[in-house]
């Protein structure tokens, strides 16, 4: 039986619409199955409605108002309300709002779109492959890439390496590309000619090595891995700039530069996975830039549209695409929805309102270094073992004992606990085991982050509480 919904009157028309939020509850749970979630859980606690966004906010159907502190899923990097972005939407859906891109045709927003991604990506990336999502664009770099060393005349290149505990989608390729256990245990996963080395988490795996030093042994896994399998084995090595999903992991700045060296040396290709990195996350256009790494792939998504509509692909190198192109034959992959007109222009107005703005020199010069400054004081809070930023990333590892070192039992997910406060005292702080991550909108601004710090103040203090009357501390 269908439960009856009042959406209350559209948000234009009320200044303060009146939702249902038990009915939609009741319809959420009936009908609607969400992303990665225990349903049975979710029915009975009900779910969160969210009904409006403007800036860095967003608001509940009971009213609430919550600084978004995860930028909807690490994307609304203009903040919400942006009419310019629904304007080039509703122009674009009245002129064309769909056409594909098979059969020798194009549209203009696909053609200009790939035009400004080659001008402000690396000068070594001059083609666009466009898809849907992230992970679309994560299972286009595993056809492409084998592709590629095809028509090397190297059909045996086919191992792609990737690490523990990093997200590169949610498809049968990209779950497979990242190195999550809870997922690879459900669908038979990874498929075959993916592996995994260990993460660059120093301080989870750095005992007793400085940084610099970790970083060099946790890239060193790389070179140990293609030496184990034979380097005329390996085709390629993918990672993010800063793994997102898995708690923001930083990796120390000896990292990248060694494990662009044993990409060179052994010769496979690197893959930059952007989808959370680019478009101004870390400071720069993509995260690579950051690293000083030199990508042959990067995927792409989220921010390129900063959310409002689905959008993602994969930029293609010089030496890839020439390889690509060059052969005179088909290269059969490609989806409905590759070059979606009203998805491109939006997109197309998304980079246009984050240069007039400047907001990637922003997120480098000022409001990144501010966040980084505020956020790491955190680390004298009792409860906070280690507090680290890059960009508008940062993370906080939630500890049981700071001297000597030691960590909560798994089992108890003080990071759960940690989080409903945040939801309480009205923001959104996202939990991965014991680190509560952030990932605001480039937006932010400097009275904002001091609101946002508050907020965290005062909800790990309530954590602190709540650890300390179940007996755990």
């Keep these: 039986m269908h439960a009856k919904i009042d959406q209350g009157p559209p948000a234009a028309l009320a200044?303060?619409?009146?939702y249902d939020t038990r009915a939609l509850q009741a319809a959420d749970s009936a009908h609607y199955l969400h992303p990665q979630t225990d349903h049975q859980a979710l029915a009975a606690q009900g779910s969160r409605i969210i009904v409006r966004g403007d800036g860095i906010y967003i608001w509940d159907s009971d009213g609430h108002r919550?600084?978004?502190?995860?930028?909807?899923?690490?994307?609304?990097?203009?903040?919400?309300?942006?009419?310019e972005l629904a304007d080039a939407a509703y122009r674009q859906l009245i002129a064309l709002p769909f056409y594909n891109s098979f059969f020798n045709t194009s549209n203009v927003p696909a053609i200009t779109l790939a035009a400004t991604l080659a001008r402000i990506s690396p000068p070594q990336f001059g083609h666009v492959f466009f898809a849907g999502s992230g992970s679309e664009g994560n299972d286009t770099i595993v056809r492409m890439v084998r592709r590629y060393w095809d028509l090397q005349g190297q059909p045996q290149r086919k191992v792609i390496i990737s690490r523990r505990n990093a997200y590169h989608g949610s498809t049968m390729a990209g779950a497979s590309l990242g190195g999550m256990d809870a997922m690879h245990a459900q669908g038979d996963l990874p498929i075959p000619n993916i592996t995994h080395i260990e993460q660059p988490y120093h301080f989870e795996n750095g005992a007793g090595l400085s940084p610099d030093e970790y970083g060099v042994q946790a890239a060193r896994r790389l070179e140990e891995?293609?030496?184990e399998l034979g380097a005329d084995r390996v085709a390629a090595f993918i990672g993010e700039p800063v793994q997102g999903a898995?708690?923001?992991?930083?990796?120390?700045a000896t990292y990248w530069p060694e494990i662009q060296r044993i990409c060179d040396r052994h010769g496979i290709l690197l893959v930059s996975d952007e989808v959370i990195c680019g478009f101004g996350r870390l400071g720069h256009w993509f995260g690579c830039e950051r690293m000083g790494t030199r990508p042959d792939l990067i995927t792409f998504a989220k921010g390129v549209t900063s959310g409002y509509i689905p959008l993602g692909g994969v930029l293609v190198g010089e030496r890839v695409a020439k390889a690509l192109i060059e052969r005179g034959e088909e290269f059969t992959h490609g989806f409905t929805y590759t070059g979606?007109?009203?998805?491109?222009a939006v997109a197309n107005e998304n980079i246009a309102i984050m240069e007039r703005e400047g907001l990637v020199e922003r997120v480098r010069e000022d409001i990144g270094p501010y966040l980084k400054q505020h956020f790491e004081a955190l680390q004298e809070h009792p409860l906070v073992g280690q507090a680290e930023a890059c960009g508008l990333m940062a993370a906080l590892v939630l500890v049981r004992n700071k001297r000597p070192?030691?960590?909560f039992a798994e089992d108890l997910k003080v990071g759960m606990v940690c989080r409903g406060h945040m939801f309480e005292q009205g923001v959104?702080?996202?939990a991965v085991g014991d680190r509560m991550i952030i990932a605001p909108p480039l937006v932010i601004t400097h009275g904002q982050i001091d609101e946002m710090i508050a907020l965290i103040r005062r909800s790990l203090d309530l954590t602190l509480r709540d650890v300390k009357q179940r007996g755990w501390i």
């Design 428 to 430: 959104v702080m996202r």
């Design 66 to 83: 919550i600084l978004d502190a995860m930028s909807g899923l690490w994307c609304v990097n203009v903040g919400y309300g942006r009419r």
């Design 15 to 18: 200044s303060t619409p009146q």
């Design 340 to 344: 979606h007109p009203v998805a491109c």
């Design 246 to 252: 898995g708690g923001v992991i930083i990796a120390p």
């Design 225 to 227: 891995r293609i030496l």
């Design 405 to 407: 070192l030691e960590r």
